[in-house]
């Protein structure tokens, strides 16, 4: 029989879930509610659309609403936020914001694809104008529009993690001077402090100011509302820009309040079939929570790929296939100019958090023949469990090539490989790609 899915959040999780549920079940109803303008829009390619290197908010666009309902018959109706969960009665309270009129949508399967919401710090001045957080694509089109309408010349970023590197690139190349401000004592909070280190160095090499272990505390404005410095528990800075990049919080209100159960990261709690506390409702994407396959817990995670994933799964499950999310491993890759930056697994200082007794080695190597043009520098920090070799994390940072090895040491801790295993893996060699000992197993080598 016909049944009816309803999907709120129409970006990765969302969507790939209602696709996935098209085509396995071609005759069921399937809306998808977008409080925003767009749905499928990449997020990850704002700091890009920022920068200049990609021009067109549209190509960050992967399906439209139009293209959503003339190929696969799947309403994506943006401009429409649900404000409330009813599962008793299996219905969700939906505002159209065009028209600011609420009614009642009923369903027989529930996804929730929230997402995340960026953290705003509650200090003064915050809402002026020229402060930026990103998160939607219609948040990346606004920021952009701010930068060409008003070109700042001086721009202060607020958070070294990897979106706030991809904005001081993306600001560096539009020929703005970029201070970054860290209330950590290091850039890239998911690296050790050696490698966190390496990068820290690199940005100031490349220009950029950095404030470490200072908090923001205030955004002064002028007398147009406009954001003219922000200070810090130690300075003051004139800016003209300001991106926050301090983290992101899953939005599981919708959920919490429906009675649905979360977890104490604040995601929605879901088994390996994204399955919530809730009979017929699933979450996917940020909002959800993704079990940790090295430190077995529920984590908050919001990144794309796992995003994509977890919808992959949801749909398949509300379809009745079968499908089960594995887990994570934290896995994240950024670049920053010509410095590419990748971890995955355990840090070293999870690992003694974690109280697993661990060996590590960090290694420096090229990331291709030293004699081939365009070789370059590339280091490695790899940790295995030191009773039996297994392979437990890695840290990255080298040019052009060097963070996408990280996908071997991926497929090394997922497939349960010791370093042993990992100095044998029969990997591809030509000199215009890497030595013939791949970085990764001369660092593997140092541990056997
Ligand atoms: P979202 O993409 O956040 O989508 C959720 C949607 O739900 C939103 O469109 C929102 O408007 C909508 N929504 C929320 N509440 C409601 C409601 N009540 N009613 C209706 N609609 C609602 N990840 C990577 O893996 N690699 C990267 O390089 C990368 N770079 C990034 C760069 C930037 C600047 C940003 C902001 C993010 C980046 N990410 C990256 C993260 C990635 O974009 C997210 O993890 C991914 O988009 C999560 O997908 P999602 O579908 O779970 O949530």
Not at 10 to 27: C, E, F, I
Not at 281 to 293: E, K, Q
Not at 411 to 421: E, N, P, R
Request: with cysteine; glycine share 8%; hydrophobic share 40%.
């Amino acid at each position: 029989d016909r049944k009816k899915l309803v999907v709120i959040g129409g970006d990765a999780a969302g969507m790939s879930a209602a696709s996935k549920v098209r085509r396995s079940q071609p005759d069921w109803e399937i809306v998808v509610y977008e409080r925003s303008p767009h749905t499928s829009y990449s997020a990850c390619g704002i700091p890009y659309l920022i920068g200049g290197i990609v021009e067109a908010a549209s190509s960050l666009i992967a399906r439209s609403p139009e293209t959503f309902w003339e190929k696969h018959q799947i309403q994506a109706k943006t401009r429409h936020e649900v404000e409330k969960i009813d599962p008793k009665k299996k219905r969700v309270m939906v505002k159209n914001l065009a028209t600011q009129r609420t009614g009642w949508e009923t369903y027989d399967y529930l996804l929730i694809a929230t997402g995340t919401s960026p953290i705003r710090p509650e200090i003064p001045g915050v809402q002026a104008q020229g402060v930026f957080s990103l998160s939607t694509l219609q948040s990346g089109i606004l920021a952009k529009n701010y930068v060409t309408a008003n070109q700042p010349k001086r721009a202060v970023i607020v958070g070294g993690g990897y979106i706030g590197l991809e904005m001081a690139e993306a600001l560096l190349e539009r020929g703005l001077s970029v201070s970054l401000i860290d209330r950590n004592e290091q850039v890239m909070g998911t690296l050790d402090k050696d490698m966190g280190l390496l990068v820290s160095h690199y940005l100031e090499d490349q220009g950029v100011q950095l404030f470490l272990e200072e908090s923001l505390t205030k955004i002064q404005t002028d007398a147009a509302q406009k954001v003219c410095a922000v200070e810090t528990d130690k300075r003051t800075l004139d800016a003209e820009l300001v991106i926050l990049g301090i983290g992101v919080k899953p939005n599981s209100e919708l959920a919490a309040d429906a009675g649905i159960q979360l977890c104490d990261s604040g995601t929605i709690a879901v088994n390996d079939r994204m399955e919530t506390s809730e009979p017929g409702i699933w979450a996917a994407g940020d909002c959800a929570s993704s079990r940790h396959l090295l430190k077995n817990k529920d984590i908050f995670i919001s990144l794309g790929t796992v995003a994509n994933k977890h919808g992959l799964v949801a749909g398949s499950v509300i379809a009745s296939e079968k499908a089960t999310f594995p887990g994570v491993l934290g896995t994240a890759i950024t670049k920053f100019k010509d410095m590419e930056i990748a971890r995955t697994g355990l840090s070293e200082t999870e690992a003694v958090a974690l109280a697993i007794p661990y060996q590590k080695t960090t290694i420096e190597s090229s990331t291709i023949a030293r004699y081939y043009p365009g070789s370059g520098k590339i280091t490695v920090k790899l940790l295995c469990r030191k009773d039996n070799g297994l392979v437990l994390g890695a840290q990255i940072a080298g040019a052009q090539g060097a963070a996408k090895r990280i996908d071997t040491v991926v497929a090394a801790i997922q497939g349960k490989l010791t370093v042993q295993d990992l100095v044998y893996l029969d990997l591809a060699y030509a000199p215009p790609f890497s030595g013939v000992w791949d970085p990764i197993q001369i660092a593997a080598r140092q541990l056997v």
